[in-house]
Nanobody, 120 residues
Framework: VQLQASGGGLVQAGGSLRLSCAAS???????VGWFSQAPGKEREFVAA????????YYASSVKGRVTISRDNIKHTVTLQIDNLKPEDTAVYYC???????????????WGQGTQVTVSS
């Protein structure tokens, strides 16, 4: 499955963004998630949502500020990030896996990433 991430941009601290991940085909039975990679840092898990959306997983660092959801008709997954902080500045990638989420998750399918920049 091919994934296309969008919705990034420049936003002031305290603002919100909604990132979208669109699949090129039906992504039934895929768990879909988001990762972030800040400059000079390793890619980190942010959130994931199972098929058909009954289970959601969040990194402890963003819990309470991030909401993940999916539209199984439109084949999209959305990541809502509220109360953005400058340290949220990163490239955000969506990823998918038919095997489901697990600790130290390494999904096989990745989108190209969308840049989020938060100004102070």
């Amino acid at each position: 499955v091919q994934l296309q991430a969008s919705g990034g941009g420049l936003v002031q601290a305290g603002g919100s963004l909604r990132l979208s991940c669109a699949a090129s085909e039906d992504f039934s039975f895929y768990t879909v998630g988001w990762f972030s990679q800040a400059p000079g840092k390793e890619r980190e898990f942010v959130a994931a949502i199972s098929w058909p959306g009954t289970r959601k997983y969040y990194a402890s660092s963003v819990k309470g500020r991030v909401t993940i959801s999916r539209d199984n008709i439109k084949h999209t997954v959305t990541l809502q990030i509220d109360n953005l902080k400058p340290e949220d500045t990163a490239v955000y990638y969506c990823a998918a896996d038919r095997s489901g989420y697990s600790p130290n998750w390494h999904p096989p399918f990745w989108g190209q990433g969308t840049q989020v920049t938060v100004s102070s």
